[in-house]
C-alpha cells in the first residue's frame, strides 16, 4: 500500500507538471463556492508548491465577499498545520519542503472552509496528499470544515485506495469544472 502510493504520487506529478506546463487555465469559483462567501467565514487558501493548481482566484473572490484569509504554516513534515490570516501586503517566508508560508507570530485562526491541495483525487472524492498526513490531521481535528480539493483535471484518478485515516472531501473544483458538494 505505501509502494502504491509512492508510486501514484511520483506519477501525478509528472502529469501535473505537463498539464500545467502544456495546457494549465484558472481555477474559477463556482457558484456553490460563492454561496458560501461572506464576512464571518474564513476559508484557508494556499501557496502553491511546484505545478499545484492554483486556488488564487477563489481566495480573491473568497477576500472581496468578506472572508478571511488563512493559510496553512507547518515545521516538519511531522508537526501539525497552523492557519495564520493572510493579508495583501503581508510578506511569505520561504519554510520547510519548499513551502512559501506566512510568518508564525501573527493572529491564528481555523478555516471554515479548506481549499486544499493534493495530488490525486477519485469520484468518491477520496484525495491523496504529498504523504505527511497534514491535511488528514487537520480534517480529523477540525470535522466540521468544508472540505474542498483544488486541482486540475488530469489528477482525477480511478477509484483511489484508501488508509482507515483518509477523510473524504465534500467537492473538489478543476478548471474544467467542479464535483460533489462545489457542484450543487
Ligand atoms: N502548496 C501547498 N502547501 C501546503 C501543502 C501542500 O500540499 N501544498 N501541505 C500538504 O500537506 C502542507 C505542507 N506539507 C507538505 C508535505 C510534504 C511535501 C513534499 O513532500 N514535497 C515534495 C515536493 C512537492 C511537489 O512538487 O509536489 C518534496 O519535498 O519532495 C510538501 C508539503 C501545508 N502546505
Ligand atoms: N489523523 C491523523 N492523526 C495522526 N496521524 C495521521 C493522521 N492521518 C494521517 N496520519 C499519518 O500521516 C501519514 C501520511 O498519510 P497519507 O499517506 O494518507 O497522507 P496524504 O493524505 O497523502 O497527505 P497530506 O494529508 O499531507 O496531504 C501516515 O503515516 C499516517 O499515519
Redesign the pocket.
Request: charged residues 35%.
Given at each position: 500500500m505505501?509502494d502504491d502510493?509512492r508510486t501514484l504520487?511520483a506519477r501525478m506529478r509528472a502529469l501535473r507538471d505537463e498539464f500545467a506546463m502544456t495546457i494549465g487555465g484558472t481555477i474559477e469559483p463556482p457558484p456553490a463556492l460563492l454561496a458560501r462567501f461572506r464576512p464571518g467565514v474564513t476559508v484557508s487558501t494556499y501557496v502553491p508548491l511546484g505545478s499545484e493548481a492554483d486556488p488564487t482566484a477563489i481566495a480573491w473572490a473568497a477576500r472581496e465577499a468578506g472572508c478571511t484569509i488563512v493559510l496553512p504554516h507547518v515545521t516538519s513534515r511531522e508537526s501539525p498545520v497552523r492557519f495564520f490570516a493572510w493579508e495583501p501586503d503581508h510578506a511569505l517566508i520561504d519554510g520547510p519542503l519548499g513551502l512559501r508560508q506566512p510568518a508564525d507570530d501573527g493572529p491564528e485562526s481555523d478555516p471554515d472552509i479548506v481549499l486544499?491541495?493534493?495530488?490525486a483525487f477519485d469520484d468518491a472524492l477520496n484525495?491523496?496528499?504529498?504523504?505527511?498526513?497534514?491535511?488528514?490531521?487537520?480534517?480529523?481535528?477540525l470535522p466540521d470544515a468544508w472540505r474542498i480539493g483544488i486541482a486540475w483535471s488530469v489528477q482525477r484518478v480511478e477509484g483511489l485506495a484508501t488508509?482507515p485515516?483518509?477523510?473524504p472531501l465534500h467537492g473538489v473544483v478543476t478548471e474544467a469544472g467542479a464535483i460533489g458538494e462545489a457542484a450543487e
Open positions: 505505501a502510493k504520487r486544499t491541495p493534493l495530488l484525495r491523496l496528499g504529498q504523504g505527511a498526513g497534514h491535511y488528514d490531521r487537520v480534517f480529523e481535528r488508509d485515516w483518509d477523510v
